[in-house]
Each structure stands twice: as C-alpha cells, then as structure tokens.
C-alpha cells in the first residue's frame, strides 16, 4: 500500500519533526509512505469571508495538484466521520479489499480545506471536534495510521 500525506504548513519545532520522523520510520515496515509539504498562505488573522475563501482556493489549487489519477483522497475535515482506532483499521483494510491501493490524506491549513477539496475527498475524516494545531496533527494521523496497520496485522500495541 502506497500512502500519501498532503499537509499545508511545515514543522517549525524539532520535537515535531523528530516525532513525525520515527512514525514515517515505523510506518515502513506496512506501507510506503510520501510526506508532502505545502506551503501555507500568508494572511492575517482578521480576514474578511472573501479573503478566507481566497486563501482555502489558493492552497487548494496546491493539494489538487499534488493528487494523482486513482488516489483514494481522504480529507481531514473537524465535519468529517469520527473513526475508533479499530473502525479506521477495518477502513483500511476494505480499501486494500477493494484494490484501493494508494491513499491521499489531506491535512488543511488553519483556514480549513477549500470546496473543490472536500469534493475531490472520498472519505471526510475527523478526529475530534476540537481543532488541532497541523504539526500535532500530523503526528496523530501518522501514529493512529501505524496503530491501524498494527491491528491489522494482529501485532499488539499499546493501549
């Protein structure tokens, strides 16, 4: 299984980043894994509707060009379906039984994922609906993907 991880923002803190490192690391052992790093738009805090829908196309229009033809797309998204380890584990292994074989997991910038993203998305996932920062965020997916493959390979984990 290919997976790949679209994230707008990058790691500033090495914590972070190290993090991110060893569950790429321990991910290997399942599946090949693509981090890809986009950057985020620059913008104040206060926008106005206009300027918040302008930012979430323009990184958007990033996310949809780093998609390729036949990736399973899945959004992360506060409005997505909320998952239990074990649910995303069974979601995983029906999208290999399907022959879905490269998966696309979206992680949005601070202004949320564009329209023409949640469209493309063929599954909206959420973790919680509570917002996270994009770093620890990141470590969360790639941590509960590596627990999925885990349970799906019968090996135990952590609880």
């Excluded at 029906?94 to 949005?108: C, D, H, N, P, Y």
Aim: charged share 30%; proline share 1%.
């Amino acid at each position: 299984m290919k997976l790949r991880i679209i994230c707008v923002g990058r790691l500033k803190e090495n914590f972070y980043r190290d993090a991110v490192n060893e569950f790429l690391k321990r991910l290997s052992r399942y599946a090949e894994v693509e981090l890809i790093e986009l950057a985020d738009e620059k913008a104040p805090e206060k926008l106005s509707s206009a300027e918040l829908e302008g930012v979430r196309l323009s990184e958007g229009r990033r996310i949809l060009e780093k998609l390729r033809e036949g990736d399973t797309v899945i959004a992360l998204d506060i409005l997505g379906k909320q998952l239990s380890s074990t649910e995303l584990a069974e979601k995983l292994s029906g999208w290999m039984l399907e022959g879905k074989s490269r998966l696309a997991f979206v992680i949005g910038g601070s202004n949320g994922l564009s329209a023409e993203v949640l469209s493309r998305a063929d599954f909206r996932l959420s973790f919680s609906k509570m917002t996270f920062s994009h770093q620890i965020f990141r470590v969360m997916l790639l941590e509960q993907l590596y627990r999925a493959f885990k349970i799906n390979a019968g090996e135990p984990y952590h609880k």
